[in-house]
């Protein structure tokens, strides 16, 4: 439970990405061999996201990008948290996280891409956010909140307490021109 020692990753990045490759595999058609095989495939997942950030966007970008392009939602999920991890560091990943963001369609990767968004206080987030949270079509409340929470990162107000926060959130979004 939380964040562990970084220090303890030292393996190299290869190390990590054949973890997450197996837990790729064990969602497809032939999946893993029972319950017990899935249940430490994702937990080597896990421990590949965590030795990922560790490694770094120097060592590890290439593959979180491989990562961020595959079709599994798992996948570009798991490369929006690594990228998340990086961005609190380091908001040169804002292009990479605002390309992802625009044709996300799983909503989980999409919140937590939202919040990485969100995390480095990026304005150039605020059309995205502004076109996701009108969006007829995208009515996902998880989708929704996230873009208002991450609004109220960026506005440094509190959307998500008012009683009209997604209106609210719209509102200034409108005064921002966004």
Avoid: C, N
Avoid at 54 to 67: N, Q
Avoid at 102 to 111: A, N, Q, R, S
Avoid at 112 to 118: C, D, E, P, Q, R
Avoid at 140 to 145: A, E, K, R
Wanted: charged share 25%; net charge positive; aromatic share 8%.
């Amino acid at each position: 439970m939380g964040r562990p020692d970084l220090a303890r990753f030292t393996k190299p990045v290869a190390h990590y990405a054949a973890y997450f490759d197996d837990y790729l595999a064990s969602l497809g058609p032939r999946g893993p061999a029972s319950s017990t095989a899935q249940q430490l495939a994702y937990r080597k997942s896990v421990l590949a996201q965590w030795g990922l950030i560790a490694k770094g966007p120097r060592e590890a970008l290439p593959y979180v990008k491989r990562l961020l392009a595959r079709s599994e939602p798992e996948s570009r999920s798991a490369a929006a948290a690594v990228l998340a991890a990086w961005t609190g560091r380091d908001s040169s990943f804002v292009p990479e996280l605002l390309a992802a963001a625009e044709g996300e369609t799983d909503p989980e990767t999409l919140g937590t891409l939202i919040s990485a968004l969100a995390r480095a206080h990026t304005r150039s987030a605020l059309p995205l956010f502004g076109r996701i949270l009108r969006d007829p079509t995208s009515r996902h409340g998880d989708v929704h909140w996230a873009v208002v929470e991450g609004l109220s990162a960026i506005a440094g107000r509190r959307f998500e307490l008012s009683e009209h926060g997604l209106r609210d959130a719209d509102a200034w979004l409108r005064e921002q021109g966004a």
